[in-house]
C-alpha cells in the first residue's frame, strides 16, 4: 500500500525539476495526482526542458494516475479551472503543494515592474488562491495537506556591513516573496488547525539542480555534485503531506532537515542543519 492511496493530490510546477519529482513521487505513493503547470509539450516552453505531457506519461508508466492540466496560476480564473477539473476528475483535492515560481535576477534598480507584479502573482497570490478554493473540500473531509515549497532566498543577507565584495545575484525580489510565502504558510495553519488540515513550507537544503537552476547560473549543470538531488525535496513533501497534522502543521522547514529528523538520511547537512533556517523555521 501506498502512503497517499486514495487521495488526490494537485501539484504546480510539474512540468519539470522539482515539482515533477514530487508528482512523480505521490504518484507511485498511490496519490491521483493533478499535474499542473505552463509548460504542456516538450518544447513549448522556449527556454527549458521538460512537460506536463512528459510527467504525467512518466507516472502512468510506473502504474500511477495523473492528469495534465496548463494553467497560469497567477490568475483566479486559471486557478479555478485546475481546481474544477480536479474535482471534476478526482473528486475532493485532498493535497496541494504550491511549487509553481517565476523569477528574474535582477538587482532591484534595473527590475521591471510588470516583472516584479508577475512574480508576485505566481509566487504569493497563486498559493492564495489555490488554497481558498480546495479548504472547502479539505474541511468537509476533515483531512487535508497543503504543502508549500519555499527556497534558502528567503533568508535575507542580514544587516550592514556587507563584508562579501561579489556583486548580488539579483534575488532580493525572489527571496522576497518566499518570505511572504512562509508568513502565508503559518498564518493559514493557524486559521485551519482545527479542521485536521496540515499546512506547511519546505525549501531545500542545498540547492537542486535543476533546469531553472542551470538557467538561472545557480548551478553548473544538472550534473553538478555541490547540490542535493531532486528526490531529497519530495521524500521530504511527501512527508508532510501524509504525517499527521499534529504532528506537522505549520512547519517552515527544509529537506535534509526533516530527513533526519525521520532517519530517511544519513548525513543530513546544509540549512536547516549545519547551517539556520529563516526565522519561520525556528518558531
Known amino acids: ?3 497517499l492511496d486514495g487521495r488526490t493530490a494537485i501539484v504546480t510546477g510539474a512540468s519539470r525539476g522539482i515539482g515533477e519529482e514530487i508528482a512523480r513521487l505521490f504518484g507511485r505513493e498511490g496519490a491521483r495526482v493533478v499535474c499542473a503547470a505552463r509548460t504542456l509539450n516538450e518544447g513549448d516552453h522556449r527556454l527549458l526542458s ?28 486559471d486557478c479555478q479551472r485546475l481546481v474544477k477539473t480536479a474535482e471534476d476528475t478526482f473528486g475532493t483535492v485532498d493535497i496541494l503543494v504550491n511549487d509553481a ?4 535576477y535582477k538587482p ?10 508577475k512574480a508576485f502573482a505566481v509566487n504569493v497570490h497563486g498559493p492564495f488562491m489555490l488554497s481558498k478554493l480546495v479548504l472547502p473540500g479539505m474541511i468537509k473531509l476533515r483531512r487535508g495537506a497543503v ?4 527556497s534558502g532566498s528567503a533568508i535575507g543577507p542580514g544587516r550592514a556591513p556587507f563584508k562579501d565584495a561579489r556583486p548580488v545575484n539579483g534575488g532580493t525580489m525572489y527571496g522576497a516573496t518566499k518570505a511572504a510565502l512562509e508568513r502565508f504558510t ?9 479542521h485536521n488540515i496540515a499546512v506547511t513550507a519546505l525549501s531545500p537544503s542545498q540547492t537542486v539542480a535543476t533546469p531553472g537552476t542551470v538557467y538561472h547560473k545557480l548551478m553548473s549543470g544538472m550534473d553538478d555534485p555541490s547540490g542535493e538531488p531532486p528526490a ?27 530527513l533526519g529528523e525521520y532517519r530517511l538520511l544519513d548525513k543530513p547537512t546544509g540549512r536547516g542543519v549545519t547551517t539556520k533556517g529563516s526565522g519561520y523555521s525556528q518558531i
Open 1 to 3: 500500500m501506498g502512503k
Open 50 to 77: 521538460g512537460s506536463l505531457s512528459g510527467t504525467v506519461s512518466k507516472i502512468e508508466d510506473a502504474g500511477g494516475q495523473a492528469i495534465a492540466v496548463a494553467v497560469d496560476v497567477s490568475t483566479e480564473e
Open 101 to 104: 515560481a517565476l523569477t528574474y
Open 108 to 117: 532591484i534598480i534595473d527590475y521591471n515592474v510588470r516583472h516584479w507584479v
Open 147 to 150: 504543502v508549500n515549497i519555499s
Open 186 to 194: 503559518q498564518g493559514l495553519a493557524q486559521e485551519v488547525a482545527m
Open 232 to 258: 531529497y525535496m519530495a521524500r521530504a513533501a511527501l512527508l508532510l503531506a501524509s504525517e499527521p497534522p499534529d504532528k506537522v502543521n505549520g512547519r517552515v522547514t527544509y529537506s535534509q532537515q526533516i
